[in-house]
Antibody, heavy 121, light 108 residues
Framework: EVQLVESGGGLVQPGGSLRLSCAASGFTFSSYWMHWVRQAPGKGLVWVSRINSDGSSTSYADSVKGRFTISRDNAKNTLYLQMNSLRAEDTAVYYC??????????????WGQGTLVTVSS | SYELTQPPSVSVSPGQTARITCSGDALPKQYAYWYQQKPGQAPVLVIYKDSERPSGIPERFSGSSSGTTVTLTISGVQAEDEADYYCQSADSSGTIQVFGGGTKLTVL
């Protein structure tokens, strides 16, 4: 059974940092591109970042570019999101998602349960 | 930046057909995908590649595409279908993924 379990969320002050983790199991993690998607309270889904299967290629939404870094450890079956210079508008539930597709057109067939990040003083 | 546009809400009575649209300039070039999200839960994929249905998704869910608009159709709506629905696609270059703003489906 495919499972994605996020962790690392919590309360952080503006300007602070946080690292999210997503532990994957039930599939060959190193074969899949992975993404982070976030959802502010009461708002819609927003794509954040993606990483290819071996970690050599990444992409970011403009809103987080230069502040967030996506990475992965295929030996540990774990995806990460390092979030620096956090702002109030980064407050959201962060989901990791497994991607299917190719040539830039991806969809998300499995999602984690999400981890809440709250940026507030 | 690229945007996908959905109506904020759609309401139907049980047994009727619900249609949720999603518009975007790159949709003629990029596949669209649809997700259902119920309160407090992670999204669930209900349609991929414009019109394909994943295993386990009821046949009443279908998708179609015409030009810059894609449509999610739910035939014979049931109370359990009440949820938020999001379309998702990529920009024309395939560099970024984008979600529509979401549509709240209310079953009257």
């Amino acid at each position: 059974e495919v499972q994605l379990v996020e962790s690392g969320g919590g309360l952080v002050q503006p300007g602070g940092s946080l690292r999210l983790s997503c532990a994957a199991s039930g599939f060959t993690f190193s074969s899949y591109w992975m993404h982070w998607v976030r959802q502010a309270p009461g708002k819609g889904l927003v794509w954040v970042s993606r990483i290819n299967s071996d970690g050599s290629s990444t992409s970011y939404a403009d809103s987080v570019k230069g502040r967030f870094t996506i990475s992965r450890d295929n030996a540990k079956n774990t995806l990460y999101l390092q979030m620096n210079s956090l702002r109030a508008e980064d407050t959201a539930v962060y989901y990791c998602a497994r991607a299917r597709g190719s040539s830039g057109s991806y969809y998300f067939d499995y999602w984690g349960q999400g981890t809440l990040v709250t940026v507030s003083s | 930046s690229y945007e996908l546009t959905q109506p904020p809400s759609v309401s139907v009575s049980p047994g009727q057909t619900a249609r949720i649209t999603c518009s975007g300039d790159a949709l003629p070039k990029q596949y669209a995908y649809w997700y259902q999200q119920k309160p407090g839960q992670a999204p669930v994929l209900v349609i991929y590649k414009d019109s394909e249905r994943p295993s386990g998704i009821p046949e009443r869910f279908s998708g179609s595409s015409s030009g810059t608009t894609v449509t999610l159709t739910i035939s014979g709506v049931q109370a359990e279908d009440e949820a938020d629905y999001y379309c998702q696609s990529a920009d024309s270059s395939g560099t970024i993924q984008v979600f529509g703003g979401g549509t709240k489906l209310t079953v009257l």
